[in-house]
């Protein structure tokens, strides 16, 4: 069955950086659109990154020029690299597996599997 586990959360300090990863299993990860969504406490989830099955890369407004999503299909592994984090980034991070290899347009609908979330905290 399909599994994903994110690692790589972490306390730091505004401005600093972190990078997530997210291990899928389960599944042929070269194929699927993944994600990065992330949930604070008290909000809705929302989406933060995806990347379709050939690369292409989408983000939030809220996170672009800053995080940056990539993929290594050899190692079935995702990744988020988040620069110059603010305190407004504090949240528990997911990663998710889509339906198809190209990532939804317009919206951050159509994702199926996620994983248990790694949490990030940004201090100010």
């Known amino acids: 069955q399909v599994q994903l586990v994110e690692s790589g959360g972490g306390s730091v300090q505004a401005g600093g950086s972190l990078r997530l990863s997210c291990k899928a299993s389960?599944?042929?990860?070269?194929?699927?659109?993944m994600g990065w969504f992330r949930q604070a406490p008290g909000k809705e989830r929302e989406g933060v990154a995806a990347?379709?099955?050939?690369?292409?890369?989408t983000y939030a407004d809220s996170v672009k020029g800053r995080f940056s999503i990539s993929k290594d299909n050899a190692k079935n592994t995702l990744y988020l690299q988040m620069n110059s984090l603010k305190s407004e980034d504090t949240a528990t991070y997911y990663c998710?597996?889509?339906?198809?290899?190209?990532?939804?347009?317009?919206?951050?609908?159509?994702?199926?599997?996620w994983g248990q979330g790694t949490q990030v905290t940004v201090s100010s």
């Open positions: 998710a597996k889509g339906l198809i290899g190209l990532c939804p347009r317009g919206s951050w609908n159509g994702f199926l599997n």
């Open positions: 990347i379709d099955s050939t690369g292409g890369p």
């Open positions: 389960g599944y042929t990860y070269s194929n699927y659109c």
